[in-house]
């Protein structure tokens, strides 16, 4: 595979052929793929059950970490099967999940003044 087409004195330098004029994406690409904004993720109850399940036994794994390291943990328990989607969708909600919780200690913290106005 040639990434250096255009150095080498190849490819499309007049425009001509694909339109790929100054390594710009072709327009009929652009009208089939979809832009991310308009992807939108579901997840089914059942993975939605599985995922708050499994985030309480987290929360209680951690309290027990704090407040009462001497008591044994319960093993891990096996991680589901996920589809490479609904794994890609459990990521993003984690990450918007995590985002959302700074959000909110943020603005706590400024409902309580412990940081400067906005």
Do not use: C, K
């Not at 339109?19 to 993975?47: C, K, M, S, W, Y």
């Not at 599985?50 to 209680?60: K, S, T």
């Not at 093993?75 to 984690?94: H, N, T």
Request: hydrophobic share 40%.
């Amino acid at each position: 595979m040639n990434n250096y087409a255009n150095a080498n004195g190849v490819g499309n330098r007049d425009g001509d052929g694909d339109g790929n004029q100054g390594h710009q994406i072709p327009e009929h690409l652009l009208r089939v793929a979809p832009r991310p904004r308009d992807v939108t993720f579901t997840l089914t109850g059942r993975q939605l059950e599985i995922l708050y399940v499994r985030w309480d036994a987290a929360r209680i794994r951690v309290h027990q970490q704090i407040y009462n390291p001497n008591l044994p943990f319960q093993p891990y328990p096996l991680p589901p099967a996920w589809s490479e989607e609904a794994r890609a969708m459990m990521v993003l909600w984690i990450a918007r999940e995590r985002r959302m919780f700074e959000m909110e200690m943020q603005e706590l913290e400024y409902l309580l003044g412990l940081r400067g106005a906005r």
